[in-house]
Structures are given as structure tokens and as C-alpha cells.
């Protein structure tokens, strides 16, 4: 059976999942979806239930990846490496919340699944543990513990609490792959007594780079190879040999819109990590933006959302970090033009901007700036 | 429609930090309701981040910054060169007042009052102005602002060293000690902000008092009657006039205790901090930061029409 939440989209055959959302009732789109040749409708927790008892029949093994940064890539890199091996389903995109990944559960979920890779969303207290109950991770991987998400969440405690969710949902026998270079990981995982196998670059991390053979990666960033080192680090747990592993790391392709470089007219090269900001992937970017080569480096930088109280002192820090690496600051929104006038950093308006041959150009800002638009302007010419 | 307005700062100066923080200064202060704001700092080795002939797409450069390169002439010139209009002085005026063997000699020439000087050319000069002006001495780089290298000697022991951290930065110049008060007169447009007097803490107001709140002590207005007053206003005035500066400036003057007048020196780009003194004096007659700047920048505008 095939479901779907959107009355828009539905198709006939497909089962109409009626939602309550923020401002919307999907229960007064019942009528539609029917007309539309709905063939019946569920209740969200008959589709729990639907997903719980599918995974039941199936029995894949469950991995569940989260984190406040680079969840997405740590999950398509985790599918790369398995897939060598194993028949696997991994959650779409980035739907992961519980309904996104109950409904890929049931629509997706073939018998001849052996693992289900799921991305593991927090947009609230409750809901790592909610998604969880529906798939019953064995294997929990944890990327990194930031600021995002601070104006819904609160404290950092409190993110971190969120976190444990994941770590509290693991059975005994269950494994947690954690990121030891994150002191916030660091403590989540002390609530936890189960396996855990820590990657990252410290010493003190079981997956290291200096532990696998040497490869290629073509993701950008520092982030990024932690990503690959969270994936690598699946793949021995779920019995894959290391030059399997990074055979299959090698073949990890950058995404638009996550430091994905593109080579634009005029002999400019922008690095469109627009997808979304917070302190630490600006941070990385502005690395990769450092260590590219240039005759001059520019950060046209969107408004950071959703940082809560630290909003003002992490815009002006990300600024004074800028300030080091590039040679033209194009602040965009209220936020980042309030936090430029505070650090010796030239900057200009983005509609004062011209760029010329040799600039690079790194274009970031929280999701809700659509960043990307600016992204085509400068390959468009725009500027 | 909003005009584009390019703050100028750091340049390869002893107070490119300074500079920083005038340009931040007016930049956190520049209405974006009627202006459209860019900063662009010069390094320490006087590289441009944009290149300067881009400065043309703006309706107006505002120079924050002080000391060689920003004050002396130099970035004016550049900037007349590619032909954008700009605050302060012009580049003869901000060459003359950044000179101080020109700017006093042509006091001496116009009849402005001035500490008598000489220009010393070794330790043994400073010895020879000993002679004739008495000790203490002020010795000091004729190039520079902000009390750069600027000594107080009062023993032939501390000639040489004087000398020398003068003449790290150019020409030096041994200056009579004036006995008196310190003030300083801020010009805005064709008027005379309310006086200034400096109590430093220290010998006298150094480059570290200058920018460290709490190292001076700092009276606005000078606690002057209103006839002496004028009078020092009026010489700011006449100084700043025949320097040939416009738009704004600081002149620094000293009053003897016998009530003579004395101009030390003209800044054709003082301070612009929160903590400087020029935009407290602006302060005192009720011109906030924001509608200062906007009024060196209708100054401005005017001039280029």
C-alpha cells in the first residue's frame, strides 16, 4: 500500500494520511483526497502503527543518524558504504521527521531490505524518541551536538537532552557511532552503556583516517571527512572491509547547495553551501573558503536563524572569523549587516558587489534567506 | 534615492587600529534609511580590498583614517585621481596639516601663534634648542598625529632616546614646552564646537592616554570664561582656515597661564571612536554620532555639487 499526506498530490490507490499542522487540519482535505481517488483514509498513528508492523515483518537492521550538522551527508555516505554489501533503504532527502520516515517505511519497504538508514530530525523535544519508538534503531549514529536550533529547543542542555533521546532508545545489544571530536557527543554518550564506537580525528577515536587506507574524497571540508568517518565507521560495525569502505567513500558526490563548487562564467568559482548556517558549518566553510585558492576570497553571508540568545554574539564572531579569510564581506539581512560594523572587515552591499576573474565566492545562510537565489544571480552574471 | 557612501579605513599608519575603530564607529552610526553603507579597508601595506577605481560607483568616500596614507594627503590625491568626492580636507590641506615643520611655519607666516620650534636634525640639535628654549622640550616626528613618537625631555639624558623614537617615523621637530592648559577645539562646516580641555594623567596627552578612556581626564566644555573662550575659537578658526581645511577638523592650541593663545596643530582627520574627543565635542552642543557623520557627509555632498 502506498500513503500520502499532501491531498494535492495524492494519486489514486494511495491511502490520505490527515495531519493536524501548524496552521493547517489536513482532516478538512478528506473530501478532496477521496475525489481525487483516495482509497481510504489513516489516522498518523495507524500509520506509525502501519510502519511499526512492516519493519516488524522485514526486520531490517535499523541505523538511525542524527545530529545538529551534516546528518544528511553522514546518511547518504552510510547508504554508499553499506550498499556495497546489503540491499538498503534509506529515508529521502531530508524528511526526517517521524511522519517522513513512517511513510517511507511504508511506502518503500521492500522485503528484500536487509537495512533501513534513517535520518533522525529534532524540531522539538520528544521527537527523536518519537521516530525511534516506530523504528527501533539497533544502530545509533550521532554527528555532532551545535547551536542549531536554539531558538526552538532553548539551552544547549537541552539540545543535548534531546539528543540522548537517540542514545536512550538504543536496546542493550544496540551501538552507538559517535563523533569524538564534539565535547557535546562526548558527554550525551556517557548516559549510554551499550557499545559505542567513537570516530573522528582525535587520537582517541577507534575510526581514523590514519586507520583506513588512504583515498580520495571530493566533498569539501573538514565536516564533510568526519561525515566519511561516521560512515566508515557503520560500515566495519556492519561487517565491511576497509577497502570496501573507502572504495565507496571515493564515490561520494558534493550536493547542490552543501559546499558544492561550481565553476561559473568569467572565471569565477562559487561555493554554494546554501542549504543552511549555523556557527560551526559557517566556521567550516569559511575553512574550505581559506583553503581554496583565490585571488580574492568572498563570503557573501545570510542571516544565521534560529540561534536564540546567542544570535548577536555569533553573528558578530562569525564576522571577526571572516575578517581573516576574505577580502570582501557581503553581508545579507538584518542580522549579519548589524554584526559587520563591528570588525575591521571590508564589506559591501550585495547590489554594490562586482566581482571579477579569480573570485571566489562562498554563498551560506540559513535556510530561510534562500541564499540560492543569490547563487544564480552571481552565475547569471548578475554582479 | 540612497547614497552610496564607502567608509575608508586602516592604511598603512602607526593608527591603523584606531582607524578600525573610527570606521566602525561611523559605520555603526551611518543611517542605512539614507545611506547605502560599504567599509573598505586598506592593509598595512596600503592594499586596497576593491580595486580603487571601483571607489567611482560611490556617491562619496568618508575617510576614517588618520595618520600617514589617510591624513597626509595621499589617499586624497588617489582619490581625486579617480575622481570621487570626499570628507575632510583636501590633499594640500591634509599634506600641510600632517607636516608640522609647513603647518607652523606658515602660522609663523600668517601670524599664528605657535610654540617657537626647530627642526633637530641628531641629539645634538635637541641640545642646541635646549639652549635656546630651555628644558623640558616636546621633541616629535614632524609626520604624524596622535602623539606618535612624541617625547617630553627634561634631562640631556634622555636626548638621544627622545631622537630617536622621533625619528623612526621622519623629520623630527624639538618644540618649546608651553606652560598651561591644553585645548582642543573641534570644526565642524565654518563653526567652532565647544572647547576641549585636556588634564592628562600622564605628562602629557600621549597616544595611550589618547585612546584608553580613563587616562585623562577630559572637561567639556573647558572651564574658560566666555571672552577667552571666543577667543580660542576664533584662532581655531583663522588656523584651520588658512590651512586650508575643510568640512571638519581638531585643532589643538595651548593656553598659556599669562592668557597667550598658541595653536600646536591642526588634525584634518581627528578621531572618530566612541571614545575621541572630537565627536564628544559634538556631543556637547547636542550633535549625536549619527546626525555628525551625516553632516560631514552633507558637507561633503555640497562641495562636489
Known amino acids: 500500500m502506498r500513503v500520502n499526506q499532501d491531498s494535492r498530490t495524492i494519486k489514486k490507490g494511495e491511502w490520505f494520511v490527515a495531519i493536524k499542522g501548524g496552521n493547517f487540519d489536513g482532516h478538512e482535505f478528506i473530501v478532496e483526497a477521496l475525489k481525487k481517488g483516495a482509497v481510504g483514509v489513516l489516522e498518523i498513528n495507524e500509520l506509525y502503527e502501519l510502519a511499526r508492523r512492516k519493519l516488524a515483518k522485514i526486520n531490517p537492521k535499523v541505523i538511525a543518524v542524527t545530529g545538529s550538522y551534516g546528518k544528511t551527508t553522514t546518511k547518504e555516505a552510510v547508504y554508499k558504504v553499506l550498499s556495497k554489501k546489503y540491499s538498503v533503504l534509506r529515508t529521502q532527502g531530508n524528511l526526517n521527521t517521524p511522519l517522513g520516515v513512517a511513510m517511507e517505511v511504508v511506502n518503500n519497504l521492500k522485503s528484500h531490505h536487509r537495512v533501513l538508514v534513517a535520518e533522525v530530525g529534532m524540531d522539538r523535544a520528544g521527537e527523536i524518541r518519537e521516530t525511534c519508538s516506530i523504528i527501533l534503531p539497533r544502530i545509533a549514529v550521532i554527528t555532532a551536538i551545535g547551536e542549531m536550533h536554539l531558538e526552538k529547543l532553548g539551552t544547549l542542555e537541552k539540545i543535548r537532552r534531546a539528543k540522548a533521546e537517540i542514545l536512550e532508545s538504543l536496546p542493550k545489544n544496540g551501538i552507538a557511532v559517535l563523533n569524538s571530536d564534539d565535547p557535546s557527543v562526548v558527554r550525551v554518550a556517557e548516559v549510554f552503556g551499550g557499545k559505542k564506537v567513537w570516530y573522528g580525528f582525535s587520537k582517541n577515536s577507534q575510526v581514523r583516517l590514519d586507520t583506513l587506507p588512504k583515498f580520495r574524497i571530493k566533498l569539501l571540508g573538514k565536516a564533510s571527512i568526519s561525515n566519511a568517518l561516521a560512515a566508515a565507521a557503520v560500515g566495519r560495525v556492519m561487517g565491511l572491509p576497509d577497502s570496501g569502505i573507502v572504495k565507496s567513500l571515493s564515490g561520494l558526490r558534493p550536493k547542490k547547495g552543501r559546499l558544492f563548487l561550481i565553476k561559473g562564467r568569467k572565471g569565477i568559482t562559487v561555493i554554494d553551501d546554501t542549504y543552511n548556517a549555523g556557527p560551526r558549518s559557517v566556521a567550516n566553510a569559511l575553512e574550505v573558503l581559506r583553503s581554496l585558492p583565490a585571488k580574492r576570497r568572498i563570503a557573501v553571508f545570510g542571516d544565521m536563524l534560529e540561534l536564540g540568545r546567542l544570535e548577536k554574539q555569533a553573528h558578530e564572531r562569525i564576522v571577526s572569523d571572516a575578517a581573516r579569510v576574505v577580502d570582501i564581506f557581503v553581508p545579507v539581512g538584518e542580522r549579519m549587516n548589524r554584526a559587520v560594523s563591528k570588525t575591521g572587515v571590508s564589506f559591501v552591499p550585495i547590489d554594490l558587489l562586482s566581482l571579477e576573474v579569480g573570485d571566489l565566492v562562498l554563498v551560506k545562510g540559513s535556510r530561510g534567506m534562500r541564499m540560492e537565489e543569490i547563487v544564480d544571480d552571481i552565475l547569471k552574471n548578475a554582479y | ?305
Request: no cysteine; glycine share 8%; charged share 25%.
Open chain 2, 1 to 305: 534615492m540612497k547614497k552610496k557612501i564607502a567608509v575608508l579605513m586602516g592604511g598603512p599608519s602607526p593608527e591603523y587600529e584606531v582607524s578600525l575603530q573610527s570606521g566602525e564607529n561611523v559605520i555603526r552610526n551611518l543611517d542605512r534609511k539614507n545611506f547605502d553603507v560599504s567599509g573598505i579597508v586598506i592593509n598595512k601595506d596600503g592594499k586596497f580590498s576593491i580595486p580603487p577605481k571601483s571607489i567611482r560607483k560611490f556617491d562619496l568616500a568618508f575617510i576614517a583614517m588618520h595618520g600617514p596614507f589617510g591624513e597626509d594627503g595621499t589617499i586624497q590625491a588617489i582619490l581625486d585621481e579617480i575622481g570621487v568626492a570626499y570628507t575632510g580636507s583636501e590633499a594640500t590641506a591634509s599634506r600641510l596639516g600632517m607636516d608640522k615643520i609647513a603647518s607652523k611655519n606658515l602660522f609663523i607666516k600668517e601670524g599664528i601663534p605657535t610654540p617657537d620650534f626647530r627642526v633637530v636634525e641628531s641629539a645634538y640639535g635637541i641640545k642646541d634648542a635646549a639652549e635656546s628654549f630651555g628644558l623640558p622640550l616636546m621633541v616629535k616626528p614632524s609626520n604624524q598625529g596622535s602623539s606618535v613618537g612624541v617625547n617630553v625631555v627634561r634631562t640631556p639624558a634622555e636626548f638621544s632616546k627622545a631622537f630617536a623614537e622621533a625619528a623612526r617615523f621622519g623629520p623630527v621637530i624639538a618644540e618649546k614646552f608651553v606652560q598651561g592648559k591644553e585645548i582642543q577645539a573641534g570644526i565642524l562646516g565654518k563653526n567652532s564646537l565647544p572647547l576641549i580641555e585636556i588634564r592628562p594623567q600622564n605628562e602629557f596627552f600621549d597616544y595611550e592616554a589618547k585612546y584608553t578612556p580613563g587616562l585623562s581626564e577630559e572637561i567639556t566644555p573647558a572651564p574658560l570664561d566666555e571672552k577667552t573662550t571666543k577667543r580660542i575659537q576664533q584662532l581655531a578658526l583663522d588656523a584651520f582656515q588658512i590651512l586650508g581645511g575643510r568640512h571638519f577638523g581638531r585643532v589643538d592650541l595651548f593656553l598659556t597661564e599669562e592668557g597667550t593663545v598658541l595653536v600646536s596643530e591642526i588634525n584634518t582627520i581627528p578621531g572618530l571612536t566612541k571614545n575621541s574627543l572630537f565627536p564628544k565635542e559634538a556631543a556637547a552642543t547636542g550633535i549625536t554620532a549619527p546626525e555628525l557623520f551625516e553632516r560631514i557627509i552633507d558637507l561633503a555632498l555640497n562641495d562636489a555639487r
